[in-house]
């Protein structure tokens, strides 16, 4: 079954407390992408990966980090979070040959 | 800045009706234009996409029309269903130099009376 992981699902902080958020796919997709869905403003794109070491900005990657070591994961890294990083984060994949793609479950995070 | 507005924010249909939503965009470099469902509590689902070189594609009561030199493209919800009322996103992918990267529109709110 195609499936795209993320971990974890909420997640409560402080300001500066640097945090990961992993996303994992088993369809040995080669594109993967970070968005964030904010009330009024819709989904943006924060980073996205093309394949293995391949990664490029999105329209807003400020205060994120990214890195695809391998192709299966593609983890979301916030050296310093900050209040306005408070948002639902979506991992998604994409498979250039089948044109599939899909997105994971979502992860809310909450910065105090 | 905004490259793909979609209109409208908010769509009320009444069951079998037609709903269309519409999206505009302003970079001519995007090569591929697919659109999203979603439902409350869930990630965005790819429901449908088309090319520039198509002015039409159909996939059961979805059709996306595409208008490619006034550079706008609509979905077309047939025989809407109560079971349709989702936020639905159009968006746009870049080619070029920055091939891969994904634009979306604003998001519809749509609602689907019985």
């Known amino acids: 079954e195609a499936q795209v992981t993320q971990n974890p699902r909420y997640l409560i902080t402080v300001t500066g407390k640097k945090l990961t958020v992993t996303c994992s796919q088993n369809?040995?997709?080669?594109?993967m992408s970070w968005y964030r869905q904010d009330p009024g403003l819709g989904l943006r794109q924060i980073y996205y990966?093309?394949?293995?070491?391949?990664?490029d900005k999105g329209d807003v990657p400020e205060g994120y980090k990214v890195s695809r070591k391998e192709k299966r994961n593609f983890p979301l890294i916030l050296e310093s979070p900050s209040p306005n990083q408070t948002s639902l984060y979506f991992c998604?994949?994409?498979?250039?040959?089948?044109?599939?793609?899909?997105f994971g479950p979502g992860t809310r995070l909450t910065v105090l | 800045q905004q490259q793909v507005k979609q209109s409208p924010q908010s769509l009320i249909v009444q069951k079998g009706g037609i709903s269309i939503i519409n999206c505009a965009y302003e970079?001519?470099?995007?090569?591929?234009f697919p659109w999203y469902q979603q439902f409350p509590g869930k990630g965005p689902a790819l429901l449908i996409a088309?090319?520039?070189?198509?002015s039409e594609k159909k996939e059961g009561r979805f059709t996306i029309s595409f208008n490619k030199s006034a550079k706008q493209f609509s979905l077309h919800i047939m025989d809407s269903q109560p079971g349709d009322s989702a936020t639905y996103f159009c968006?746009?992918?870049?080619?070029?130099?920055?091939?891969?990267?994904?634009?979306f529109g604003q998001g519809t709110i749509l609602t689907v009376h019985p």
């Open positions: 369809m040995n997709h080669e594109y």
């Open positions: 970079n001519t470099a995007f090569d591929y």
């Open positions: 088309i090319r520039p070189d198509v």
């Open positions: 990966s093309m394949n293995v070491e391949v990664t």
């Open positions: 998604a994949t994409w498979g250039w040959w089948v044109d599939t793609q899909y």
């Open positions: 968006a746009a992918r870049s080619s070029g130099t920055s091939y891969g990267k994904l634009t």
